[in-house]
């Protein structure tokens, strides 16, 4: 059974002035989520900004996120490192919490080989064998790149390997990965942009950035072209275009973290060495934002 069909939000760390995880903030983000039909929680991801928290501060959000959930939707927890032994840990303890799956992005920085990579994940997923693990690629952000054969060898070769989430932008690789997985990857959309082309091959969701500001209408987009209306799942991906874009004209989470504040969510500020928006793009933000029918504060 799939971890999760439609939309799960990458949803932000938010902190207070001083740079502290706000947990009574983030409990009160996580109730308007499932209020709006988000369909999981995929907590300490990139959007979380999980590379400027500690380690503990990193488990202690996961729990809380798990708690405060309780089993309502399912929890994916990024517990990723470019350290296999660090990710082995995260991975362990987050799911001694009850997280419902695991979402492990590729090794940052130090990088891998096709073969380092699958000695990379295999050692994380055999340290927790009853925890389902999606894969996260985004060589972008990472300079590693899985290519479709080392994703089709462990999804076949690690039974709690079970799925992607293909940020690579790359719809010729996607393609190409799903038809030599023949079923046994569950896929889910990294880019906000690329949603419907992803379930056009195969997908099941998107783990999305767009769906902190726009839950229902993420969500709405990507069930609506799973019952097949494809046309109207069609308009809300164009619809969102404009507000996509102005999302990731700044580096992730920068945007998304300003939209959220002028909504008046009062996420807080990003870590360093994440900063405020440049005064240009924040207006054009603005204009997105308003554009798409959000009410700033």
């Known amino acids: 059974m799939a971890i999760f069909k439609g939309a799960g939000v990458a949803i932000v760390t938010p902190m207070h002035e001083d740079g502290k995880v706000n947990y009574e903030k983030l409990e009160e983000l996580l109730e308007y989520q499932i209020a709006n039909s988000t369909d999981a929680i995929i907590i300490c991801g990139t959007t979380g900004e999980s590379s400027t928290l500690t380690h503990g501060e990193h488990l202690q959000t996961i729990k809380f996120a798990i708690d405060k959930v309780a089993g309502r939707v399912p929890v994916i927890a990024g517990t990723g490192s470019n350290c296999t032994e660090t990710a082995v840990m995260m991975s362990q303890e987050a799911a001694s ?54 994703a089709v060898t462990l999804a076949k070769n690690v039974k709690n390997i079970v799925g992607i989430k293909a940020a690579s932008g790359d719809l010729s690789q996607i393609a190409k990965m799903m038809s030599m997985a023949d079923g046994c990857l569950e896929l889910y959309s990294g880019n906000d942009d690329q949603v419907l082309p992803i379930l ?16 229902k209408n993420t969500h709405d987009m990507v069930m609506k072209f799973l019952e097949g209306d494809l046309a109207g799942a069609a308009k809300l991906q164009l619809e969102a275009i404009p507000l996509i874009n102005a999302l990731f004209c700044e580096v992730n989470p920068i945007p998304v973290k300003t939209a959220l504040n002028l909504m008046g969510w009062n996420v807080g500020p990003t870590r360093m060495p994440l900063c405020e928006m440049e005064p240009e793009n924040k207006e054009r933000l603005k204009k997105a934002l308003a554009d798409y029918g959000i009410k700033l504060a």
């Open 97 to 150: 919490y009850g997280a419902d799956a695991l979402l492990i992005v590729t090794p940052y920085y130090n990088k891998a080989s096709q073969k380092g990579l699958i000695r990379h994940y295999t050692e994380i997923a055999n340290s927790v064998p009853d925890t389902p693990i999606i894969m996260y690629n985004v060589p972008s952000r990472t300079g590693c790149n899985i290519q479709p054969a080392t």
């Open 200 to 215: 056009s091959l195969g997908g099941l969701g998107v783990i999305s950035v767009l769906s902190n500001v726009a839950p």
